[in-house]
């Protein structure tokens, strides 16, 4: 048991939606980082959040958002949903941006786009 | 830009059996590179971190080197068991960007029991 919880775990959404995807980091970390795992692929870098500021970003288009609270857990927003936005959601926590520190990773949430 | 390749990409063996899976990466300056493991529609769960200035990690049955020079790691796991069965992932931490992981696309293990 990580720590890192995800919600939800399944979601069906209509192309052209939005769709806002939350994470609770584990006790202590105060950093959360979000990736997209395509079927049979690696999972991809979106962004990450270091004590509420963006801290770098992969390279997904603007419509990928995101947001770090006070407690440290984070949303993954996104708009205009396209048929290749399907794939499992990872959110990665952390302390201290990640560097030479163990990630931990939330079960993902699963988001299909019809 | 930094690319992570494992080899083989599935792999199957019979319980009991010893076995070595591989990674490697292009670009040797790296702050860590972690190993995961995947079951089928889950997250990931860490195995092992390997720091930079590390040479090797073990946890129980499991042990990790890394040859940063050669840009390579090794995933050991002795005496296989049915329960070992998922996807194995690697990925590292570049130096240049120090915040986001690259990983591989995985080596997919079955353990036949």
């Known amino acids: 048991e990580t720590g890192v919880t995800q919600s939800p775990t399944h979601l069906i959404k209509t192309r052209g939606q939005q769709v806002t995807l939350r994470c609770s980091s584990q006790?202590?970390?105060?950093?959360v980082s979000w990736y997209q795992q395509a079927l049979g692929q690696g999972p991809q870098f979106i962004f990450q959040?270091?004590?509420?500021?963006?801290?770098g970003r992969g390279n997904f288009p603007p419509r990928f958002s995101g947001l770090q609270f006070p407690n440290y857990s984070s949303e993954l927003n996104v708009n205009a949903l396209e048929l290749d936005d399907s794939a499992l959601y990872l959110c990665?926590?952390?302390?201290?941006?990640?560097?030479?520190?163990?990630?931990?990773f939330g079960q993902g949430t699963r988001l299909t786009v019809v | 830009k930094q690319e992570v390749t494992q080899i083989p990409a599935a792999l199957s063996v019979p319980e009991g059996e010893n076995l070595v899976l591989n990674c490697s990466f292009t670009?040797?300056?790296?702050?860590?590179l972690q190993w995961f493991r995947q079951d089928p529609g889950k997250g990931l769960t860490s195995l092992l971190l390997?720091?930079?200035?590390?040479r090797e990690q073990t946890s129980g049955r499991l042990n990790a080197s890394l040859d940063k020079s050669s840009g390579r790691s090794t995933l050991y796991i002795a005496a296989s068991q049915p329960g070992d069965s998922a996807t194995y992932l690697c990925?590292?931490?570049?130096?240049?960007?120090?915040?986001?992981?690259?990983f591989g696309t995985g080596t997919s293990l079955t353990v036949i029991p």
């Open positions: 670009d040797s300056a790296i702050y860590n």
């Open positions: 990665a926590s952390s302390l201290g941006g990640g560097v030479n520190t163990e990630a931990f």
């Open positions: 006790s202590g970390h105060n950093t």
């Open positions: 390997i720091q930079s200035s590390q």
């Open positions: 990925a590292v931490i570049p130096s240049n960007t120090g915040n986001q992981f690259y």
């Open positions: 959040y270091y004590r509420e500021e963006e801290n």
